[in-house]
């Protein structure tokens, strides 16, 4: 399957952004799917992670609260709607995905994962 991310940008600390990934050429369905980042200087982190049928979904501890992951699997996409962004939320997003168990919960691991996107850029300025 590819991954196609989009929808990073500037934006003012506390803005908002909703970044889209389309996957192509696999069945959309059977993919467990997540979200990391990669601020400048560190390693890749983590953001959230949702179920292939989107009944559960994860969040690192930073941005719970703040952000939501979703899917649509009629439309080969998943999202991330972040909201009150600060500037450590400042990194290249990654999408990834994974052939899941149906019953599996999302996987929090970048080893877990299998097929990435190209990322893109979110910067929060203040």
């Known amino acids: 399957v590819q991954l196609q991310a989009s929808g990073g940008g500037l934006v003012q600390v506390g803005g908002s952004l909703r970044l889209s990934c389309a996957a192509s050429?696999?069945?959309?369905?059977?993919?467990?799917m997540g979200w990391f980042r990669q601020a400048p200087g560190k390693e890749r982190e983590f953001v959230a992670g949702i179920s292939r049928t989107g009944g559960s979904t994860l969040y690192a501890d930073s941005v719970k609260g703040r952000f939501t992951i979703s899917r649509g699997n009629a439309k080969n996409t998943v999202y991330l709607q972040m909201n009150s962004l600060k500037p450590e939320d400042t990194g290249i997003y990654y999408c990834a995905g994974r052939v899941a168990i149906n019953t599996m919960p999302p996987y929090v691991r970048e080893r877990d994962y299998d097929y990435w996107g190209q990322g893109t850029q979110v910067t929060v300025s203040s």
């Open positions: 050429g696999g069945t959309f369905s059977r993919y467990g």
